[in-house]
């Protein structure tokens, strides 16, 4: 396992930015998939960006949106959310695992993102 740790979250009104980044602290070869999920009052927690060999995928309600980029090797993960709206509003959590997308071992403790209409 390895520790990640979240940054960049905020409030932002409807149609901003916002850039989430993602420190993984350990044996890269546990980050060689890096993903993003998220987590929103009364939801279950749904994927929102994999990435792993270069290779990314995305949740359909992001796509076009949100820009998901580093991960293996440098150990770190960001992603870029454009055009926000109130119902990204969440925690935003980091994940890594040793094995392609999509298998995540290791979690970070979340990033709050509130966007207001």
């Known amino acids: 396992l390895v520790r990640l740790r979240e940054s960049g979250g905020g409030s932002v009104q409807a149609g901003g930015s916002l850039k989430l980044a993602c420190a993984g602290f350990?044996?890269?070869?546990?980050?060689?998939?890096m993903g993003w999920f998220r987590k929103a009052p009364g939801k279950e927690r749904e994927m929102v960006a994999t990435?792993?060999?270069?290779?990314?995928t995305y949740a359909d309600a992001v796509k076009d949106r949100f820009v998901i980029s580093g991960g293996y090797p440098t150990g770190s993960l960001f992603l870029e959310m454009n055009n926000l709206q109130p119902e990204d509003s969440a925690i935003y959590y980091c994940?890594?695992?040793?094995?392609?997308?999509?298998?995540?071992?290791?979690w970070g403790q979340g990033t709050h993102v509130t966007v207001s209409s």
């Open positions: 990435i792993d060999t270069g290779r990314t």
């Open positions: 350990g044996n890269t070869r546990d980050m060689f998939c």
């Open positions: 994940a890594a695992g040793s094995a392609s997308c999509p298998h995540f071992r290791s």
